[in-house]
């Protein structure tokens, strides 16, 4: 391993992150609240709390793919380049939930009637009640995300943002969020909108087990894109898993545009795009023909240099639907 590099990637880490801590702190002093887009605000958790406990569990997860791997795990330099695009992720989503999403679901709910199917219902039986609006939120999330993630996969206009997702041939903890900023602009849309739009739900805000289920879609995610030996064998079609979700992730055209869901396979059950995975099968994954990110630069960029090729190859022949 090259220790030059790996000192510049360390530093530039502690770079971004005093630069993210500075507009935060800039943002208090303003009294610009990001605590309404953040997942368990709520609960009293910061946007530096929220960093700082998914990080912890990014390293946790990390350390079960050293003793347990599917395959190699990428390299420590490598590995900071990612977290700095899950960080700029992160905190980019974070502004475009407060400052984009928040403002349009309130402009809306003056013109709208917010949660035209009401399930607050839930709330009278207690626990049981709280375990029910979790379920009930999961297949109303799953349902809104798996459309929205097979137009990203359909349409070569959004392919062009998510394509950042896809290219890394060392899918881990930190793929989960390793996405182009564009990316939240378009989830809001077509996923929050409707489902505040269609459905009432109870919040996850009854004490201790009230957290650790609102918790769930925050660690689930990073363990099932994890580089972890897991398999659950005909479990796996109630959950997703990394061998289910590495079946989407991978590079064989068997398994091209299969199993879309967030949590939930029976959505692709459901819907035609369940692949069930092979015991002990883990496939390569990436995007063949096109190479990885090198740096944070490169990742943000990716995405418009495709829209751009797009817009050449549309300019050449506009007959060609983009």
């Known amino acids: 391993m090259n220790s030059r590099r790996l000192i510049v990637e360390v530093g530039a880490t502690v770079l971004l992150i005093g630069g993210v801590l500075a507009v935060t702190r800039a943002m208090d002093y303003l009294k610009l609240s990001l605590n309404n887009s953040i997942p368990l605000a709520t609960n009293g958790l910061s946007l530096w709390g929220y960093m700082a406990v998914t990080l912890g569990i990014i390293l946790c997860v990390r350390l079960v793919e050293q003793l347990a791997p599917i395959g190699p795990n990428k390299d420590i330099a490598t590995w900071f380049v990612n977290l700095r695009i899950n960080i700029v992720y992160i905190f980019t989503a974070t502004l475009v939930g407060a400052f984009v999403m928040a403002p349009l679901l309130s402009a809306l709910s003056k013109h709208l009637t917010s949660g035209l199917l009401n399930f607050t219902f839930l709330s009278h039986y207690g626990a049981l009640g709280l375990v029910g609006t979790f379920v009930l939120?999961?297949?109303?999330?799953?349902?809104?995300?798996?459309?929205?993630?097979?137009?990203?996969?359909?349409?070569?206009?959004?392919?062009?943002?998510?394509?950042?997702?896809?290219?890394?041939p060392r899918m881990d903890s930190l793929s989960n969020s390793r996405e182009n900023f564009c990316d939240a602009l378009v989830a809001g849309p077509l996923i929050t909108i409707p489902?505040?739009?269609?459905?009432?739900?109870?919040?996850?805000?009854?004490?201790?087990?009230?957290?650790?289920?609102?918790?769930?879609?925050?660690?689930?995610?990073?363990?099932?894109?994890?580089n972890v030996r897991m398999q659950?064998?005909?479990a796996s079609v109630l959950i997703n898993c990394p061998q289910v979700h590495r079946i989407h992730h991978s590079r064989l055209p068997e398994h091209q545009d299969r199993n879309f869901c967030a949590f939930l396979p029976a959505m692709d059950v459901l819907f035609g795009t369940y692949t069930p995975p092979v015991r002990n099968q883990y496939a390569p994954t990436g995007v063949e023909g096109e190479e990885d990110v090198q740096?944070?630069?490169?990742?943000?960029?990716?995405?418009?240099?495709?829209?751009?090729?797009l817009f050449l190859k549309w300019r050449a022949a506009p007959s060609e639907a983009i």
Do not use: C
Not at 295 to 309: D, H, K, N, V
């Open 137 to 168: 939120s999961l297949v109303v999330f799953d349902f809104f995300f798996y459309w929205y993630h097979r137009a990203m996969h359909k349409f070569p206009v959004l392919w062009q943002i998510h394509k950042v997702h896809h290219i890394d």
């Open 195 to 226: 489902s505040a739009v269609l459905f009432n739900l109870d919040s996850y805000q009854v004490g201790t087990l009230g957290f650790v289920i609102g918790f769930f879609p925050v660690v689930w995610p990073i363990v099932y894109h994890s």
């Open 232 to 234: 659950l064998g005909r």
């Open 295 to 309: 740096s944070l630069r490169e990742a943000i960029l990716r995405t418009f240099r495709g829209w751009r090729q």
